[in-house]
């Protein structure tokens, strides 16, 4: 008997031990850590707005893709919600751990702009990556595509597939998401300067939730019967258009574009419902965030135009803005979405 | 032995119960005057849409409508209840979370049929509530907190089932519960007929029976339903494991309406269009009175006004504006009856 507690013991501590360890999962280091501790090199730590996205997983993939190869440490820790405090408190953590270079995708600019200082203060090399914080001390940003670039790619498609006429309408995500609102804005001009016989309705807001998504394209259909064309602005309003068209049994007579990631689109490029996702390369923009940390740690600078690697030649560097710009954005269809695993 | 007097409000003129001593308990009456007003503005809503914007009054329009708000009044069956007993559950969101992605990867790696799959998330959804209930009805602590507690871990535990991804590829299983022509019989959606059967059974129960009764008792005053008689932890057991099964099979609804893609972000912010459409449908957020078919009128206004200001091209902050004057008004309406019953 008295072993049988003995024994039930040592279960209870070694339970406590692995939720301990699970918690400590939990609160960031998906696979971060000492992947790349051997390699030697700067250690080069990336905050993402949230961790556990798809998105910004492939873009941690690309990240250690990098350090592997050009000799780096990869960190990789973010918030378990796209949540500014807790955001900081990682940054925080970063700072204490002295690391050379701190790139961050900040959920609210100007609450990280102390912060990066903060870390600049502290001898760290800081840069912002898929979202700018443009009044702070960073070095560089490294940007995956231009509001002018992503917002006409968008329409272009959309018109294309449309026939060149009619009229369309946009589900967006956060109402106050300042890159969503800047592609929005630049295609309400673009299209009014380049394609008059196109008409964008409305722009209604679903948050982040696919089925609302899905529910107000349906509401939109409904209640404009002329409308030919949706374009699903986010991640989750992506599919959602294109399911909303399958289910109202319209495919072929509306058609949809999003910016969706290359698995979530693929059921619906293969029937019909979506015609093109407009994206660009996540994988390479981590990469590129890690080759610019390097590149900040040896203080080498930045040229007009980079070569990268094979993948990523040209790049563009441009000295005012103190902004790399990964290329122009990448149009995915049934042909190359097989491409992409994430 | 001292009837649950409690829970009848004023006026009650609704029939003696059969086996009911003479001066026996009175009924509340079958429809309350909250419940004529919700039938009346969503009808006068109706109307205004139907006039204003053609398609409104098209099956593609109104079946969509009542798809979408199934899984929301489905879930307030269960919520209705657990918040007559006094009580509260915030976590119904993470209990969806969990239910949905379990059946979801399921779906995907081993091809459940439906009713397999139906079953498995309603029982996800029926061991979280026994979670809460157990914690709530014999941990003694309330509601709130447990229930608060809960939605944290269970969405760590959902999150630790997504593990830093997305489930994509989800098969088309769930059609039967969709807007989509599968989703329907006779041009009515399966997931709303669903929905009214549950209901109406609730309904059924919560008024006519000595047990559906009890849940009032517990709500009104705790203490004297216990000293009457009233099993009170084994029905607050009760309230919480039905809300969990019925968030689990809402899950499957909700995959249904979504896409062939489940994000970490599925059942988010349910617990509060759940406990808005309750609290819109006349039940008091202090336990004791309430229904489950003010709440699937409830549901059913939050639904068309989203909707409405969708076709009516108006800006989508709009609908948060007017849900929450709906809430606003709506417990206000709660505090000037009970106020008027103690002054009586």
Request: with cysteine; net charge negative.
């Amino acid at each position: 008997m008295k072993a049988a507690h003995y024994k039930s013991v040592v279960a209870g501590v070694g339970l406590a031990l692995v939720l301990t360890g699970c918690g400590q999962g939990s609160g960031g280091s998906a696979s971060g850590g000492d992947s790349g501790g051997e390699s030697g090199g700067p250690t080069i730590a990336f905050v993402p707005k949230l961790q556990g996205i798809p998105y910004f997983e492939a873009m941690n993939a690309g990240g250690q893709a990098a350090c592997e190869e050009l000799g780096c440490t990869w960190l990789y820790q973010g918030p378990v919600e796209a949540d500014a405090a807790a955001q900081a408190d990682i940054v925080r953590s970063f700072i204490q751990q002295g690391v050379d270079v701190l790139f961050v995708a900040p959920n609210d600019p100007d609450s990280m702009a102390p912060l990066l200082q903060e870390a600049e203060d502290a001898g760290i090399k800081v840069g912002t990556t898929d979202t700018d914080a443009p009044d702070s001390v960073r070095e560089v940003f490294v940007n995956q595509a231009t509001a002018e670039g992503i917002g006409q790619a968008l329409t272009d498609q959309i018109v294309d597939a449309m026939g060149g006429t009619g009229r369309y309408a946009i589900v967006s995500c956060g109402e106050t998401a300042e890159n969503l609102n800047s592609w929005i804005d630049v295609q309400r001009e673009y299209t009014a300067s380049q394609y008059p016989d196109v008409t964008l309705t409305d722009v209604v807001y679903a948050g982040e939730d696919q089925a609302a998504a899905t529910q107000m394209a349906t509401d939109l259909l409904n209640a404009d019967p002329t409308l030919t064309g949706l374009v699903g602005e986010c991640t989750s309003a992506a599919p959602g258009v294109a399911q909303a068209v399958q289910d109202a049994g319209r495919v072929g007579q509306v058609f949809t574009v999003g910016l969706g990631t290359p698995r979530s689109m693929a059921d619906y490029l293969a029937n019909g419902s979506s015609s093109a996702s407009v994206l660009w390369n996540v994988q390479n923009l981590g990469y590129l965030t890690a080759w610019a940390g390097l590149q900040l740690s040896d203080d080498a600078g930045f040229e007009a135009s980079n070569d990268v690697s094979s993948d990523l030649s040209g790049v563009e560097y441009d000295d005012s803005s103190k902004t790399l710009l990964l290329g122009p954005p990448l149009v995915i269809t049934t042909e190359n979405v097989g491409d992409f695993d994430y | 032995m001292s009837a649950p007097t409690t829970a009848t409000p004023p006026g009650g003129v609704g029939e003696v119960v059969h086996d009911a001593p003479a001066r026996g308990r009175i009924l509340p009456r079958p429809v309350t005057g909250q419940e004529v007003v919700l039938v009346v503005v969503i009808a006068a809503l109706w109307l205004v849409l139907g006039l204003a914007t053609p398609a409104f009054f098209t099956s593609g329009s109104i079946i969509p409508l009542l798809v979408s708000m199934s899984p929301i009044a489905l879930i307030g069956v269960g919520m209705t209840i657990v918040i007559i007993t006094g009580g509260i559950d915030v976590s119904v969101g993470s209990i969806v979370m969990v239910s949905a992605v379990v059946t979801a990867q399921a779906l995907v790696d081993h091809g459940l049929s439906l009713p397999v799959a139906v079953l498995l998330s309603v029982l996800v959804g029926g061991v979280l509530g026994l979670v809460n209930g157990v914690l709530i009805a014999y941990g003694r602590v309330q509601a709130i907190i447990i229930t608060f507690g809960t939605l944290n871990l269970f969405k760590f535990v959902g999150l630790q089932f997504f593990g830093s991804s997305t489930v994509e590829g989800i098969p088309a299983t769930f059609a039967f519960f969709g807007r989509g022509e599968a989703g329907r019989t006779l041009g009515i959606p399966h997931s709303f007929l669903i929905m009214l059967v549950v209901a109406t059974a609730a309904w059924f129960y919560l008024r006519h029976t000595a047990g559906g009764r009890h849940f009032y008792a517990i709500g009104g005053d705790a203490v004297a339903a216990r000293l009457a008689g009233v099993a009170v932890r084994r029905r607050s057991l009760i309230a919480y494991v039905l809300t969990g099964l019925l968030s689990g099979l809402a899950a499957c609804f909700v995959i249904a309406q979504g896409t062939t893609s489940l994000a970490a972000s599925v059942g988010s912010g349910t617990e509060l269009a759940v406990i808005a459409a309750v609290v819109i449908g006349g039940t008091s957020i202090t336990g004791g009175r309430g229904s489950v078919l003010g709440t699937v009128l409830g549901a059913l206004l939050v639904q068309t006004v989203t909707t409405g200001v969708t076709q009516l091209g108006w800006q989508s902050q709009l609908s948060d504006l007017f849900v929450g004057l709906f809430i606003v008004v709506a417990v206000g309406a709660d505090l000037v009856r009970q106020r008027s019953r103690r002054t009586s």
